[in-house]
């Protein structure tokens, strides 16, 4: 999912956005926090990672002023080891968890997967639709348990469909959360994607629909559909083997 990441440490904030964007997310950068309240004024995010100790507009006046806004957005603070009084107030301005530097790739990665998930309404870590299952802690997916060999954005926009079950989701909202500041992604890439998931998926009766000119939704599953894609995909099958 997408991530904005405000840290002025560049080396911190180059390892960060490496590690994360190899675990498949969408990492948006910046150094001070004039351009964090900027940014999240006018864009969309499912995570802030938030140093405290930015320059031109402090952390917890980012953090003060986004709650304001009455934004859910999940927050993972990073302070100094020493800095206590900062991580009590940025929890008692809204944060959601801190990380005191120096610390582990591994822990932090594990942190930011708690808070997307909840951001998404918590609950079960695996998301059941008819034979289709993903994981949203190990970011992996399965057909009736084999598992489905899909690419980092195909997990990112299978993410969003079972997160919209039902619902239209337009080709722009998938460029904004998809996609980093930057990457030139056309409405043809977007169906690209969408055409490479279906056919991973649609073998088990899952559907993507295409609303034309507005953008896909996930259907919602039905056992008949299911029965009929099985029984085509047997005739299939038989007719090939004569």
Same mark, same amino acid.
């Given at each position: 999912m997408r991530i904005l990441l405000a840290e002025d440490d560049s080396v911190l904030a180059d390892g960060l956005t490496r590690s994360l964007r190899q675990s498949g997310y969408a990492i948006d950068c910046v150094?001070?926090?004039?351009?964090?309240?900027?940014?999240?004024?006018?864009?969309?995010?499912?995570?802030?990672?938030?140093?405290?100790?930015?320059?031109?507009?402090?952390?917890?006046?980012?953090?003060?002023?986004?709650r304001a806004r009455s934004s859910l957005l999940p927050v993972l603070i990073l302070t100094a080891a020493d800095s206590i009084e900062q991580r009590v107030n940025g929890?008692?301005?809204?944060?959601?968890?801190?990380?005191? #530097?120096?610390?582990?790739?591994?822990?932090?990665? =594990?942190? /930011? @997967?708690? !808070?997307?998930?909840?951001?998404?309404?918590g609950g079960a870590t695996v998301i059941k639709h008819g034979p289709l299952s993903y994981d949203q802690v190990g970011r992996s997916a399965y057909i009736n348990d084999q598992m489905l060999d899909l690419s980092a954005r195909e997990l990112g926009l299978l993410e969003i469909l079972l997160a919209r079950t039902g619902r239209l989701v337009s080709k722009e909202q998938l460029v904004d959360h998809l996609c980093e500041w930057g990457e030139e992604v056309s409405n043809n890439a977007i169906e690209v994607y969408v055409h490479r998931l279906r056919? #991973?998926?649609?073998?088990?009766?899952?559907?993507? =629909?295409? /609303? @034309?000119? !507005?953008?896909?939704?996930?259907?919602?599953?039905?056992?008949?559909?299911?029965?009929?894609?099985?029984?085509e995909a047997k005739a299939d099958s038989g007719n090939a083997s004569k």
């Open positions: 150094r001070n926090g004039q351009e964090a309240d900027t940014a999240l004024s006018t864009q969309e995010f499912d995570l802030l990672i938030l140093d405290l100790g930015l320059p031109k507009l402090s952390g917890l006046e980012v953090l003060r002023r986004l929890l008692d301005l809204g944060a959601d968890d801190y990380m005191a #530097k120096p610390f582990a790739l591994s822990e932090l990665e =594990a942190r /930011v @997967r708690a !808070l997307v998930r909840r951001g998404a309404g056919k #991973k998926i649609e073998v088990g009766g899952v559907r993507i =629909a295409t /609303v @034309r000119g !507005l953008g896909y939704c996930l259907e919602k599953f039905n056992e008949a559909a299911r029965a009929s894609a099985e029984a």
